[in-house]
Every structure is written in structure tokens, then in C-alpha cells.
């Protein structure tokens, strides 16, 4: 299969979005990116080229079990099979993308350098458009959703003191809703950031200079929770690979560059760089609180009422509405909010059910770390270091948003951790031969040996 056609498969998640926001508004608008990728997938698996013994055996099992409970509760409820076919679309699509994400990098001499170049042709779209919106005011045309001004936008404000600057909010950029628009940027700048600063490449400068462009949309998006989990998952991976030297530098030069930039926005717009800082200093003291509301009292009824079973896979997944369903606070009386992937998922199948499915894509997050720790340094290892503290990060983060809801979210960070699923062993003298054998691509001293030595060793065994 053309390789050019899988690289345009793996930026479907983004495209169907604008599609959708700018063109068709219509939900058939995500069936037809669904029916691209599974048609691409099954083609791929016909020839023997997709990777399917790379997945993890318990995953398998455990996913044969989650998909028994919910088979058997089919038969005996009067759900629309459209319900679950949602469902299963938010549980195992993700995987769809990985399997042809990782097809195209076992295929295509330096294709994470390709993803990458997408990544970084997105984000600027992204953020150029936010800067748009934001220029033009809340109520231009370019901030409106399906004809409707200002639909999806969200107030820049904080609970305590409300909206910080009259007329300042959150935009949606190319997506319908501010919170996808966080989600999203979070996704693509933490793997670029992965990948510029783990992958042991020599570069220009201008990429890393970029980096305080894509900090810039992240603060634009408002999204606390993207800002935070981005700088504490770079930081605690670049202190646990600092006797390896990767990365570390380039972490302190992107520190300085920082308190640069945020130091000339200070001087520049003194009252906006405020309220910047209240909204996600504010995180601090909402954590807790949606903890609270959206984990710890619906915990509770969970416990008590969907223990063993639920409603239905997929009744309170997005999407869900035209079929029957609904959201789980509206379905379930609950204590507290309830806005949470583990809630909604238990209120689907049970929680016992639940973590089957959550053990399940943990053992692909632990396949992905012993991937990264086996070939650090090299671009597919960055990608899979990526992929792994993505999932961690979405799980935290899921306690307090149902990020696990958002397709466009999911199958986007899948598709860009693809090296998971990869066997070094089967690339076609992709990544490794040509990006980490040449010792002026990667860091300086003892390290550098010892990455040129398993490059030799990874050659040998192509």
C-alpha cells in the first residue's frame, strides 16, 4: 500500500474535525474517517504486514474477557446496537491507528521525521488560527461553530474571581469545543517536545526556538491541565534519563528561552500576563475540588449500583445521544458531577468490567516504556516514550475530564505512538539506520558509544 496513503490515514483524526466544524456538520463525517482506517488496516493485515503480534498477550486477554461481559449483556438489554458500536469505537479504534501507524514506521525510511513535520504544520495551523480568533473578538464569524457566534468558546476566568479581562476567552481553533482544542495541542506539542529533546538528532536551532511559540498556544488554549502535565511529564523524564545525558541540556536551554519569553510578556502586556498566570495558577486549588466532584462522590454510587454492570458499552460515550444514550450525570444520579472516564465507562459495563479494559492498555503503556529503555535515543524510542507518558498523563487527567471520550484526542496520540507496536528487527532500514548510525546525530560523549554500538547491532539484525 502507497505509503503516502498511511501518512495521510494518521492525520485523519485532525482532519475529520475541521471537516466536521467547517464543511458537513455531521457525526457521518467521523464514520467516514472510520471506515478510511479500518478499510486501510484490514488491507495492511491481508497482506501479513500489520503488526499484530507486537500486541501485548494479556492485552488480548483481557480485552477477549471485556468484550465477552459486554457481548452477553447485548443479548439481554434493549440497547440500539448503535450504542455500542460507539463504544467500541472509543475502546479499540485508538488501537486501529496504532497498528497502521506502526506499519508505516517498520515501512518508510524516516517516518517519524515525516509525522513529525505534520505535527509541526498542525500545531502551527492550530495556533495561528487561535491567534485569529483571539484578534478578532469573541463574537467574529471565524469564532463561530455550525453558524451559531461563539459556540464551544470558553470564559478565560477562575472560580474564585470569575472572568479575569472582560472580552478575553478560550477558542476553539479548528475544533468545535475549547476543551478538544486543549486536549488536542497538548497531545501534538508533547510529542514534539519527546521527540526534539529524547531523540538524539542534531538539529537547527529554529525547532527549539518554535517550542516557546507552541508554550504560547497552550497558554492561549486556558487548558490548566495541559499545561501542568506538560511540564511536570518533561521534567520528571528528563531527570530520570540525566545519567544518560539525553535530553538535559536542551531541558535548560529550554528553560531559559522560558523565563525569556514570558518575562518579555510580562514587560509587554503586564494585565494580560496576569490573568494568564491566575487562570493556571487557579489549578491548584481546582484540583481538589474536581477530584472531589467528578471522582471520589461518584466512586460512591458506582460502588453501590454499577459494581458488576452497567447501562450498556457505550450509553454515556460521546456520540452516543443518537442512538439512546445520554451523559452519565444525566443517566445516573450521582453524588458530585461524575465527569470522569473511569465513572463513565463503570456506568457503562461495571467497574470490575472497567478495569479489565484499563489493565488492558496498560500492558501496551508497559511495552511501550521496556521499547523506550531499550533503544533510548534513537526516534522510535522517543515515540514510544511519548506514547507511554501520554496514557499516564490522559489517566491522571481523566480523574477530573472524560479525555478518554474524545476520539479526535485518542486516536491522534495512538496514531502518533505507533514505535510501540514497531520490531526493530522488521524495519525496513527506517529510523534507526538512517537517523542514529551517523555519530554527528547524536549526543556528545560516552553515550554517543554506546547508541552507535546497539545502532551496529540493530543493523545486523535487519
Given at each position: 500500500?502507497n ?16 471537516v466536521?466544524?467547517y ?7 467521523f464514520?467516514g474517517?472510520d471506515?478510511l482506517v ?10 501479513g504486514?500489520?503488526?499484530v ?5 494479556a492485552?488480548?486477554?483481557l480485552?477477549a474477557?471485556f468484550l ?18 460507539v463504544g ?5 479504534l485508538?488501537l486501529v491507528y496504532m ?5 508505516y514506521?517498520s ?9 513529525f513535520?505534520c505535527v ?19 463574537n467574529h464569524?471565524?469564532n463561530?461553530?455550525?453558524?451559531t ?5 470558553g470564559?478565560?476566568a477562575?472560580t474564585d474571581k470569575?472572568v ?12 468545535t469545543h ?7 495541542i497538548?497531545?501534538?506539542v508533547?510529542?514534539k ?8 538528532i542534531k ?5 527549539y526556538?518554535?517550542m516557546?511559540f507552541?508554550?504560547?498556544?497552550i497558554?492561549?488554549s486556558g487548558?490548566r ?7 511536570l511529564s ?11 545525558g539525553?535530553?538535559v541540556w536542551?531541558i535548560?536551554?529550554?528553560g531559559l528561552?522560558?523565563i525569556?519569553?514570558?518575562s518579555?510578556?510580562w514587560?509587554?502586556?503586564?494585565d494580560?500576563?496576569?490573568?494568564v498566570?491566575?487562570?493556571f495558577?487557579s489549578?491548584?486549588?481546582a ?6 466532584g467528578?471522582?471520589?462522590l461518584?466512586?460512591q454510587t458506582?460502588?453501590e449500583?454499577h ?15 443518537s442512538f439512546?444514550g ?15 472516564s ?22 501496551v ?9 531499550e ?20 489517566m491522571?487527567w481523566s480523574n ?11 486516536t491522534l496520540?495512538?496514531a502518533?505512538?505507533g514505535?510501540t507496536?514497531c ?6 532500514g527506517?529510523?534507526v ?15 554517543s558509544?554506546?547508541?552507535?554500538s546497539?545502532n551496529?547491532?540493530?543493523l545486523?539484525?535487519?
Amino acid at each position: 500500500m502507497n505509503h503516502w496513503w498511511l501518512l495521510f490515514v494518521l492525520n485523519v483524526p485532525l482532519l475529520q474535525e475541521a471537516v466536521r466544524k467547517y464543511l458537513i456538520y455531521s457525526d457521518l463525517v467521523f464514520l467516514g474517517g472510520d471506515v478510511l482506517v479500518l478499510a486501510t488496516a484490514i488491507a495492511v493485515g491481508l497482506r501479513g504486514r500489520l503488526n499484530v503480534r507486537n500486541i501485548p498477550m494479556a492485552f488480548v486477554v483481557l480485552s477477549a474477557v471485556f468484550l465477552f461481559v459486554t457481548a452477553s449483556h447485548y443479548t439481554i438489554s434493549g440497547n440500539h446496537i448503535g450504542v455500542y458500536g460507539v463504544g467500541l469505537r472509543a475502546t479499540f479504534l485508538p488501537l486501529v491507528y496504532m497498528l497502521v501507524s506502526a506499519r508505516y514506521l517498520s515501512a518508510v525510511d524516516s517516518g517519524y521525521e515525516r509525522i513529525f513535520s505534520c505535527v509541526n504544520v498542525w500545531i502551527m495551523i492550530i495556533g495561528i488560527m487561535a491567534i485569529m480568533q483571539i484578534v478578532l473578538g469573541k463574537n467574529h464569524p471565524i469564532n463561530a461553530v455550525w453558524g451559531t457566534s461563539a459556540l464551544g468558546v470558553g470564559d478565560f476566568a477562575t472560580t474564585d474571581k470569575g472572568v479575569l479581562i472582560p472580552g478575553m476567552f478560550r477558542p476553539t481553533s479548528i475544533f468545535t469545543h475549547t476543551g478538544k482544542f486543549g486536549q488536542v495541542i497538548f497531545t501534538l506539542v508533547l510529542f514534539k517536545w519527546c521527540y526534539l529533546l529524547f531523540a538524539a538528532i542534531k538539529r537547527s536551532p529554529w525547532p527549539y526556538a518554535l517550542m516557546l511559540f507552541d508554550l504560547a498556544i497552550i497558554l492561549i488554549s486556558g487548558q490548566r491541565a495541559a499545561l501542568m502535565f506538560l511540564v511536570l511529564s518533561i521534567g520528571i523524564v528528563a531527570l530520570g534519563t540525566r545519567r544518560h545525558g539525553i535530553g538535559v541540556w536542551k531541558i535548560l536551554v529550554l528553560g531559559l528561552l522560558i523565563i525569556g519569553g514570558v518575562s518579555g510578556a510580562w514587560v509587554a502586556k503586564p494585565d494580560m500576563a496576569m490573568a494568564v498566570y491566575e487562570r493556571f495558577a487557579s489549578v491548584i486549588n481546582a484540583i481538589p475540588l474536581r477530584l472531589e466532584g467528578n471522582l471520589w462522590l461518584p466512586i460512591q454510587t458506582v460502588m453501590e449500583d454499577h459494581l458488576m454492570s452497567g447501562e450498556g458499552l457505550g450509553y454515556f460515550t460521546f456520540g452516543a445521544r443518537s442512538f439512546g444514550g445520554t451523559l452519565v450525570y444525566e443517566g445516573i444520579k450521582l453524588e458530585g458531577l461524575g465527569e470522569s472516564s473511569l465513572i463513565r465507562l463503570s456506568g457503562e459495563v461495571g467497574l470490575l468490567v472497567a478495569m479489565t479494559i484499563i489493565l488492558a492498555y496498560l500492558t501496551v503503556v508497559a511495552r511501550a516504556w521496556h521499547f523506550y529503555r531499550e533503544h533510548r535515543g534513537s526516534p522510535v524510542a522517543s515515540g514510544a516514550l511519548f506514547f507511554s507518558i501520554w496514557v499516564m498523563c490522559l489517566m491522571l487527567w481523566s480523574n477530573t475530564a472524560d479525555v478518554f471520550a474524545n476520539s479526535i484526542v485518542t486516536t491522534l496520540g495512538f496514531a502518533l505512538g505507533g514505535a510501540t507496536l514497531c520490531s526493530l528487527q522488521s524495519m525496513h532500514g527506517g529510523e534507526v539506520a538512517s537517523e542514529s548510525v551517523s555519530s554527528d546525530r547524536l549526543t556528545e560523549g560516552s553515550q554517543s558509544q554506546g547508541l552507535n554500538s546497539r545502532n551496529k547491532l540493530w543493523l545486523l539484525q535487519e
